[in-house]
């Protein structure tokens, strides 16, 4: 599955620099030239991805995270993480 995330989805900006799969060892095969976007190319039976069976349907997904380094541990809040 291929997938792109720009660091304007959220406020304040994602750092793409710490974006994370459910398997950390993928990461995204190339960034954007200004170096705001990156593209993701998951295998569908690798990196994490799961599969459910929905009536005729196959739905693939994986979860990508991404964490603000300059957030105190701990500190709640809906804006700690991005998914």
């Not at 599955?1 to 720009?6: G, K, L, V, Y």
């Not at 190339?30 to 599969?51: I, K, M």
Request: glycine share 4%.
């Amino acid at each position: 599955m291929d997938f792109e995330i720009a660091s304007s989805s959220t406020k304040p900006d994602l750092n793409l620099d710490t974006l994370r799969l459910r398997d950390p060892s993928c990461g995204p095969i190339s960034w954007s030239a200004s170096r705001d976007r990156v593209h993701f190319r998951v295998p569908l039976n690798d990196c994490g991805t799961t599969l459910k069976v929905v009536g005729e349907k196959m739905v693939y997904e994986n979860e990508v995270s991404s964490f603000w380094p300059d957030q105190p541990p701990r500190w709640i809040s809906r804006d700690s993480d991005f998914r």
